[in-house]
């Protein structure tokens, strides 16, 4: 953990989402060796990364962008305001395309139509990535802490999990081999580790623009746990899913407040 400190924020971005990346690699995985998954662990760990998302939205993300207008003297609520209804606002049209794409897939079975499919998920990816990477610039910038953003981190790795699950399974369950149906479900994350490294690459180099940067990225991040986990975790067993995100953000709080 102290050699890990001692990195480069930048650095600290890119292996932070590689992480992120390698996490949602190991759960399209599970392709390989089961045929079936428990829900009831898919819904834990979908409930309690979305208690962590959302505790790190505010202890990672816009508290620390709230204090940090503050003291380059910025009106703090406009500029929490702005990032964050900005950040929302690019998950929901990333759904939108997304959306749109799999009607043209569903439609059209063209490489064209692959391609428009493909680049709607790496869209749908790329604000997780920000996120990571602006937290760790930030935290050497005075802005989030380091636990924070490890934390934040950890969160988004613990939902990219069934994430890439859930692309691989029912892709290798409709027949398409097991090769294929991992490298579909490993593809969703790849971009993650790009956007962190130019997430990190923003946040230090350009401090004047950093609380909208937080702010932003904490828009982003609600903005995903109401459009995938919240809906994802309680379309299964309720009371499992209520447990994981009380869980998830007790967690997070704690760490945050007792370490950062």
Known sequence: MHSFENLHPVLQGLLATLFTYAVTAAGASLVFFFKRINQVLIDSMLGFSAGVMIA????????????LSVQLGYSAWSVNAAGFIAGGVFVMISDILLTKARKFKEADGSFKRSL????????????????????FGSAAGGGA??????????????QNFPEGLCVSMPLYLSG???AKSFFAGQASGIVEPVAGTLGAMFAVTARSLLPYALSFS????????????????????????????????AVMMILDIALG
């Open 56 to 67: 790190a939205s505010f202890w990672s993300l816009l508290s620390p962008a709230e204090e």
């Open 176 to 178: 398409k081999s097991k």
């Open 145 to 158: 802490t380091l636990t924070g953003a490890i934390m934040l981190a950890v969160g988004i790795g613990l």
């Open 218 to 249: 904490g828009g982003a991040m609600i903005a995903v746990v109401c459009a995938e986990l919240i809906p994802a975790a309680f379309e299964g067993n309720k009371l499992t899913a209520q447990i994981g995100v009380l869980s998830g953000f």
């Open 116 to 135: 428009m499919l493909a680049a709607a998920v790496t869209a749908h990816n790329i604000p997780e990535g920000l996120a990571v990477g602006v937290a």
